[in-house]
């Protein structure tokens, strides 16, 4: 019986050490998440250059513009889980982009929403019925 109790604390030492190792993977892709959100924050707040367009490029007076979202407000989007994008509606503005929940929110959505928009850079602006939050099209 000794045998079969050092395999098992042999198997029990192994499995602590494989959930240590496990704990720092998932402690590194936080941070590799935490990264790639951040990067992608800055790409979608950093005013945009304008590169002269090719000639054939440029829209014909008359043709039809593409419809569909503004591609800022998509780069918005991604940074919401599927969950939380289902509860908000956004709208472009001048210099934001403006996020209202489409219903109660709940003290975790809402919470959950609110660090999102602070890591973006935004802020909630408390107005009653028109309460939002908003993102900055770009930082100053």
């Known amino acids: 019986m000794s045998a079969d109790k050092e395999k098992i604390e042999a198997l029990t030492k192994r499995v602590d050490e494989l959930v240590l190792i ?8 936080r941070q590799v998440s935490a990264s790639l959100k951040s990067l992608a924050v800055s790409q979608i707040t950093q005013p945009i250059t304008a590169h002269p367009a090719p000639a054939l490029s440029q829209p014909v007076a008359g043709a039809p513009q593409p419809q569909g979202k503004s591609k800022v407000i998509e ?3 991604m940074l919401f889980p599927e969950d939380l994008d289902s509860l908000l509606s956004f709208e472009e503005k001048d210099d934001y982009i403006m996020i209202k929940p489409r219903q109660f929110l709940g003290s975790d959505n809402f919470s959950k929403i609110a660090s999102v928009v602070r890591g973006a850079g935004g802020d909630y602006v408390s107005a009653g019925k028109a309460s939002h ?4 099209k770009k930082r100053t």
């Open 75 to 77: 780069d918005v989007k």
């Open 22 to 29: 496990m704990n720092g993977l998932m402690e590194d892709l």
């Open 133 to 136: 939050f908003r993102i900055p």
